[in-house]
């Protein structure tokens, strides 16, 4: 059995990775730690881990961890992993992380989430958006991505050409994109505002209502921004349910550009072919179908007489906007199936 | 105009009051208190009250208070209350407490909230469950029921003979009580919480769920016992909802006091044949059709072949469960109307 | 006291202005009608109403109802209210029209809804978004407008100069319009699919998920084209809430033409500085402050290093989104206050 | 692999079966069934199953099915799995029937049901409450519990001495049984109402509000009392969550009966010890826990001076109280593990 450990493990994302590694048949979770709960059982912390789980929460020991793990997650907040993750990777450990601290150049990092990164070495991570990063597969770390990014950029990737500095993924048309513009209208379930209480977490403020937040100003979209090579502007909401995330991808085409359905569909088809995560929708997307899984579902749909097409996504922003991709990456960096553990529906209705 | 202050006005109840004191066509807000907004517009801390109060928050001045209401709401937390009402009430003023601290005797209260009552005064206050005290009319301090015990007490009133030391309300039968055992099983709205964030109401906890707490436990069956002596159990539960309480109270009947609908139905109307704000319903009582308003819906049904009538109540927790019923009184206390300011329908769907 | 009609008196517009005009100090409901509860006493369909109303449902009997009512109200489906609407004409009442039936243009509306416009006459029909629309005052018919269109047209009409055709609103700036490009991307509580059970409003289809419809074909973006002569995509969603609107504005501007935030703010507060019931807002605004209000509450964005603005609206679907600004119509239209009976806070939390 | 037959494969309890076994490392689903959708891919009608299952559902042909099926579970209505039965077993196929139509005895049922029972034989089916009916290993026919009484039975088992007529279980205790009276107050999610549309799934009417129904007259009652056989009152109400079912059991005891909580907890420990999907919870049972799972959770309380306690149990009302507990039984029947494919974490939250 290989063996997993996880730095911070009483968070949404780190129980979510619990939750799925429990039932990972190749993997074993060496060590969860947690400074709170340290010394306590996981399973008595989170009832719904029991019997499932033996492990007490133990202290931070990036040395210890590092000695007992083939792999470790971080799941601890920005400005923590590069706490962690240096002396880890000193060690020779494969290193996954939840948190945004990989996720950007150093100096871009440093603009967008206005703190110094102190970790002085530039460490090439890759960008774990599994379908568009294979490379996945070779790196010693890999900057899991943020929750919003993974479904906005996985709806409109087939549409933009060169998807990234990597080229790593088929390229589609001649022109470098058919696409002028993307709003990117994203609505998240709360989980994604953590297990902390807080005004918008709180049941009167978000039931019944939908809030939006940094309409202009959200971090992820320096993500997006990187992957997508074309002029993005996002605005995310939070809405009255716990998990999931539903991007509303409106995009402007070139003028000429705009393509029938049946080319489209082709062009989304031909992208994501062995992409088994990725599901190409007939009917509308939901929330639901996504429920506790790593799928993400797509659909496009286009205007008549308009250079508007709409892409809605949906993803479980805990599992493929969160420890399932970081899972699916994990399998890639084994040499495991890319499915494995992974493979099973999801919790509808 | 009468002048009303409210001390303790960023609360729901304390907000509630406002809410609801700004459509009340005989009384003006003359001040409300906060400690940590002093200074700032109410309508600007609460937009919703906007463009309706043009007040500041004032620091809590009791002699400022009382020297410009006529009346003065308490809307701070149990222990709180104490410390403002004796002032208040040496300088005449009459106060409606919407805290427990005059609910119960000295001792009682001090054995059931587990605290020193620091009022050295035994102040004789009625309890102001409007419908079976009218004597509030002549109170110079009226300690406003829970939340809980409004539901539960009027859902089963009619029922028990004698209803209080006060014998106030019409007695119905000749046995001291057709009732044997009472259990109130009450299903509550998270605002009954208040307005700080709490694990509970932290949505991700709340939603897709149904919270029992303080199972044997709650403080409120206090209130019930002293108003219905009958063997009383109380279970309160929070629901995935903003607002409402309803009680489902399983009551088990003597042997040979089972009556049929039809005289039970008339025992219910006779009780409450001139409360306006007692609504006894034909269909089943729902927390939408008195979302919003100061009524008590209720509803009775005779089990077959058994000795339990079920009786279902639904109320408002912060209007006739707190801030509503509070005017109620005070409309009484004023000489007003009882139902000024509060007759309007519910918000439903 | 003006008498009113209700034609359609079991769905929720037509629940709503029963709701709001029994709060109206100057009306009287004079007759409400229900094909499937004819006979039924309205409150005893309706319990949230009891005590507030006498009526019993009677059929439609345009004549009858003319002849009672000063003014009425056609709160029917699309394709029923142009049945009852020219005899009510012919006959000098005067008709507040809250479906789509003449909203648009005699073809216009063929086109969009698909259906044949069985009034031979033009009627020349006020579109009744009231706040640019001060000639309903005179009308002897106004087309309520949809809920999406009054959220999403007082969220950037400021922006666009010679809002309609009709001209009737001050115009701010020298170009024709500084607007771009205007993506209204709507959420939307389920209340506004209307009172019968759907597949979409199953609670295990809706709870916990956000479900996008009609992405790109939705009727109502018609209303918007005709009122905001700028280009205009539309994508509505309906998120798990009763009640409300939100609408997220993400509006391009033309280059050059970014202005500063207080330049911004400036053409706001000038454009709607005498309309009480748009709120423009230093916070976010919520579902929960406008909840039952006729409010439409409104936020400016300007995002850096951009030429995107985004404004956010608010409004309660069934009050500024249907029968309140029905009935502010009405009050305008008989002389009396815009504001009669609906200056009231909103339900919150 | 063994194969697996399904009928009625489009309801919740339908889906949840192909959902669980999809995940069963030793089944293989030979058939769905459904009238409506026969021909159409079972994927494409359920998106969240694609792309685990490749068959097409079919009509019902009850001799094709049992030759293709090791085992069928009818998962009909009421009423419908007593057409189906008769042949299947004649067959000589075992079936499990997720219906009401074996629980009851022929009498009561026609009684409880109101219908004719049109099954001529009588079945001696095993009540297929896995912890309490260990006999189902060699049933030819399980009578799988309702929802309700699955969560009502498990929680007060322990305190009721002879459990049912089937004498399975350890007994507890010198008498008969120290319970006087229990009150099963039961909250379920709508799943339990089904996948059509209603007035009670109807989102306006359930969102921000809780639905008794049936209070004194739900038929699970009958289950309920033919397991314990003591004064057993029962009330369930709906609320606003998709799944799960609360139940808070007020226990009241005999004279002298009652247990410290040592003792109690003994009592239930003992009573469970073998049983792996029952948790004993010292925390307080939640939906999230148990949501997708097979568990069920209890907690017990007792009340100080009161000869009440208190039984708080959770289930997921379509997996414990439905097909998870069909695929308990299943397990058994075949000889396998009694939690083969059936143990895995709670989705939480």
New interface residues.
């Given amino acids: 059995m290989i063996e997993a450990g996880i730095i911070g493990g009483t968070g ?1 994302t780190g ?1 979510e990775l ?2 799925l590694l ?2 990972h048949p190749k993997v074993k979770i060496s060590v969860v730690t947690s400074r709170r709960y340290k010394g306590k059982k996981v399973s ?1 912390v ?7 789980i033996e492990l007490d929460y133990e202290d931070v020991d990036t040395k210890a961890i590092a000695d007992r793990s083939d792999i470790v997650f971080a799941a601890v907040p920005h400005g923590s992993a590069m706490k962690y993750v240096p002396e880890l990777m000193e060690r020779g450990t494969r290193v996954i992380d939840l948190s945004a601290d990989y996720r950007l150049k150093r100096e871009e990092y440093e603009r967008v989430y206005k703190r110094e990164h102190t970790d002085r070495e530039e460490r090439d991570a890759v960008y774990g958006l599994t379908e568009l990063h294979p490379e996945v597969a070779d790196a010693a770390l890999v900057a899991n991505p943020g929750c919003y990014p993974t479904g906005a950029i996985l709806a409109v990737a087939p549409l933009v050409k060169e998807v990234s500095p990597y080229r790593a993924c088929r390229v589609v048309g001649q022109s470098p994109t058919i696409v002028k ?1 993307v ?1 990117f ?1 994203s ?1 998240s ?3 994604g505002g953590g ?5 918008v ?13 940094e ?3 959200h971090r992820h979209v320096a993500e997006m921004r990187r992957e997508l090579p074309v002029p993005i ?1 996002f ?1 995310p ?1 939070v ?6 995330i ?1 991007t ?1 991808a ?1 995009v ?1 085409l070139n003028e000429g550009e705009l393509k029938t359905y049946e080319e489209l569909d082709a062009i989304y088809r031909q992208f994501y072919q062995s992409k ?1 995560f990725i ?1 190409l ?4 997307p ?7 899984t790593n799928f993400c ?1 797509i659909r496009v ?4 007489e ?1 250079d ?1 097409i ?1 892409v ?1 996504s949906t993803i479980d922003n805990l599992v493929k906007g969160g420890s399932g991709q970081a899972i699916q990456n994990m399998n890639l960096m084994l040499g495991l199936d890319e499915g494995e553990g992974l ?7």
């Fill in positions: 949404y129980l619990i939750r429990l039932m008595d989170n009832p719904h881990l029991s019997p499932f513009q709003v209208d609505k379930g709360i989980s297990v902390e209480p807080s005004e977490s709180h049941f009167p403020n978000l039931a019944e209502n939908i809030i939006p937040y309409v202009t100003t502007s605005t909401h809405i009255p349910s716990i998990r999931g539903l509303t409106h402007f088994r599901r929708m007939k009917g509308m939901s929330l639901s179908s996504v429920r506790g579902d749909e286009i205007e008549k308009s508007r709409v809605i493979m099973f529906p999801g919790l509808a209705p």
